[in-house]
């Protein structure tokens, strides 16, 4: 009588007969119900059943994880009653996962064994008891703050476990669990918590494994921004209207003021800064820690997937050469957080993938030890395209796999499709929007590859970046990314105020069997093309992909853009140094040393004002075509001349002698310092002070190979 009333209380039952027959165990699998917090069986032994008859009850998660609980055995004949609540622990098979209902689980069921081999049928009924049946008050447990004396920049961390439990842990509605800090000058900054399982990378050579190591748990995260004193308080809230909260140890935090945010210069909203000093990136797209696609076009050799040991291999790589920023995609094969919940480790679209969300703490925390900071890509764009580097039939959002959207072009209008985006992003902002690795939120890869346009796109983006700003107020940028190179810009969104900067492709028609068009045609009318130059949305504008074309092209093409990126994008007025697409192709080949040459060759400069500018100079020489620019502002000048016949073909750099550079018709009278750098190293070649008449100014450069760099600054009379 009470199991029948126990049983009518569950969310469902099932009932059936099973057939056990030794040694090897029975499985009897269900799906798990969502709001379910227990597992109840009853078993109906036979008389003849084997003396040695056990049972037991398991969960296991999307990732197919398994934990269980043996319940008896040597089961007399007759009825057996069990009931597992799911708050208790549960053993992993295999070890160390550690159980906890957050979870979610995804089956459940249960398991019989006897060493005797002939066959008994056994009546097995399961029943999962509701949360309704649970009256918890509500309470914070396994409460572990952070420390509680930091450097300013420094992270804290608290831990908690709320009770009860949330029975969607991603649902804001179901659940939020907050940090009020009180900031020293009297301010109030508010952070939301975050699901989180700890976790330890193993690396098994040929890919990488993370193992739990802590409970699951609830997470809060700041960085202390000012010196002083914090006070902390920890607030919950359920949907009921239920509450709990905790007063926790102050944090006294030491150093000078610094947020260590990255953010469009307010001054000059051409460039990024970082608490005022300029910040201009130089680097990688480190995109995944292997690349199918510079395997098959270019043949390097595919890295093994090791996650972040790779990345931590290749960060340091890049640091020590020079570099001090990366884009990372958060794709379905290396750091996705929602994908479809048949793929190792999602959870469709109601979870996160914990392990990836691990992965990149590890890599942040490691580039920003490193001093390199990351863009996140939170889509890339084979997820919502039919038709190039398709990934949309594996989506969780497609009809076909149970999702709500019939075609790709809904992942930007269906009402489901825009939740399941607001679940990843407040989890996102959560979890790192305190990190000052992080350069900024990039929307999606290649936009203009999906299956979004027109007016929904645009409208997309438009309420895509408030959220974005409206979840993390600290001021970071929020971008999106287009295809080709400039021309194919969207105006309608990059002029959008939400979009923070610009980011774009500049491959080139680079093949052996055409006339190459030269890399300085699209790096430089990025921003000046008259008909499609960005330069007048005075936005930051940010190259992150390019390396000759997006294909198939001759070595010596890619090799040059490589050695000339940098330096055209410099004296065009980009925001940052274009990322090259063939990461593979410069580790592998030691091609670190142009991230050294721009960023020697930067030291102490600052590309901002509101008289800077970049323009075009007359430079000549005998039996060659060269193109000169220069980025220019009050008192100083910083040039590049290149070759431009070497600048579009690549291979063996010649030997320029005899050049002129005409760089002004009215230059003032006084005294002028010239220096010249060699372009393949950033180290400086020469310098001369001259006393300027006054008027024409003419630069006449020693012989140099292909290219060269070099600056004028104007000099006070006591200098």
């Known amino acids: 009588m009470r199991l029948a009333l126990l049983l009518s209380l569950c969310l469902c039952v099932h009932a059936t007969e099973v057939v056990v027959r030794g040694p090897l165990t029975t499985v009897l699998p269900m799906a798990f119900p969502r709001g379910a917090t227990g597992i109840e069986v009853r078993i109906s032994v036979p008389a003849e059943a084997p003396r040695d008859l056990g049972y037991g009850v398991f969960v296991a998660d999307h990732a197919g994880t398994w934990w269980q609980r043996p319940l008896a055995s040597g089961l007399s004949p007759g009825v057996h009653v069990q009931r597992v609540d799911l708050s208790e622990a549960l053993a992993a098979e295999p070890p160390p996962a550690s159980w906890a209902a957050l979870r979610q689980p995804q089956r459940a069921g249960v398991y019989l064994w006897s060493s005797a081999t002939r066959a008994v049928t056994v009546r097995v009924e399961v029943g999962f008891p509701a949360a309704a049946l649970r009256t918890l008050s509500p ?18 961390e608290l831990q908690v476990r709320p009770e009860p439990l949330p029975i969607d842990p991603y649902d804001d509605g ?78 006294q935090a030491t150093g000078a003021p610094a947020t260590g945010i990255v953010r469009v210069d307010p001054a000059d909203p051409r460039y990024f800064s970082v608490d005022g000093a300029f910040w201009w990136p130089v680097g990688l797209n480190l995109h995944s820690p292997f690349d199918l696609r510079s395997r098959d076009v270019i043949k390097t050799r595919l890295t093994p997937a090791r996650g972040t040991h790779t990345y931590a291999a290749i960060l340091e790589r890049l640091a020590a050469a020079g570099g001090n920023a990366c884009e990372i995609w958060l794709s379905s094969w290396n750091l996705g957080l929602q994908w479809r919940s048949d793929w190792p480790g999602f959870a469709g679209l109601e979870g996160i993938h914990l392990a990836n969300a691990e992965r990149l703490d590890l890599i942040l925390d490691r580039a920003w030890l490193l001093g390199i900071r990351v863009k996140p890509v939170i889509n890339n764009h084979g997820q919502a395209s039919p038709r190039t580097d398709r990934e949309w039939k594996d989506s969780p959002l497609n009809a076909a796999n149970g999702g709500p959207c019939a075609t790709p072009a809904e992942v930007f209008t269906h009402p489901q ?82 979009i923070d900067y610009l980011c774009l492709d500049a491959y080139r028609r680079a093949r052996a069997d055409q006339d190459p068009t030269p890399l300085v045609d699209i790096l430089a009318g990025s921003l000046s093309d008259p008909n499609r130059g960005l330069a007048r949305f005075a936005k930051p504008v940010v190259v992150t992909e390019y390396g000759a074309g997006s294909g198939e092209s001759p070595e010596d093409f ?18 940052a140094a274009p990322m090259l697409w063939w990461w593979e192709w410069v580790d592998q080949g030691g091609r670190w040393a142009p991230y050294g040459a721009i960023r020697r060759f930067l030291a102490d400069e600052d590309l901002r004002g509101s008289e800077a500018r970049s323009v075009v100079l007359l430079a000549e020489a005998p039996d060659v075509r060269l193109w000169c620019r220069t980025w220019i502002r009050p008192g100083h000048a910083l040039g590049y001349l290149l070759e431009i016949n070497w600048g579009a073909r690549g291979g063996r750099p010649p030997t320029v002698a005899g050049s002129v550079i005409r760089v002004s018709d009215q230059v003032e009278a006084g005294m002028l310092r010239v220096s010249w750098w060699d372009a393949d190293s950033g180290l400086r070649l020469s310098q001369t002070d001259l006393d300027h008449p006054g008027g024409v100014l003419e630069l006449h450069p020693e012989p140099f190979a292909g290219h060269v760099g070099w600056k004028i600054e104007r000099l006070r009379r006591e200098d």
């Open 139 to 156: 309470v914070l447990t396994d409460l572990r703050p952070g420390r509680p004396r930091l450097a300013v920049g420094e992270l804290y």
């Open 174 to 251: 179901q659940f939020t669990l907050r940090l009020r800090i009180q900031e020293p000058d009297g301010s109030e900054r508010v952070v939301s918590g975050f699901l989180r399982e700890v976790m330890t990378p193993f690396d098994r050579g040929d890919r990488e494994d993370m193992r739990p190591r802590a409970p699951l748990c609830y997470a809060v995260r700041f960085r202390p921004r000012l010196p002083g004193r914090h006070r902390l308080s920890l607030e919950a809230a359920w949907p009921d209207g239920r509450r709990a909260a905790a007063e926790l140890p102050a944090v």
């Open 558 to 575: 890619r090799a040059v853009d490589h050695l000339t990126g940098a330096w055209i994008a410099l004296v065009s007025g980009h925001a």
């Open 417 to 498: 499709a825009l939740a399941a985006q607001e679940r990843v992003r407040r989890y996102i902002v959560a979890r790192w929007a305190d990190h000052p690795a992080i350069w900024g939120w990039k929307l999606w890869s290649e936009i203009d590859l999906t299956a979004g346009v027109g007016e929904p796109m645009r409208l997309w983006h438009e309420q895509a970046a408030a959220r974005w700003h409206a979840l993390d107020p600290s001021g970071r940028g929020v971008t999106t990314h287009w295809a080709g190179d400039y021309r194919r810009v969207d105006h309608a969104i990059a002029g959008l105020p939400g």
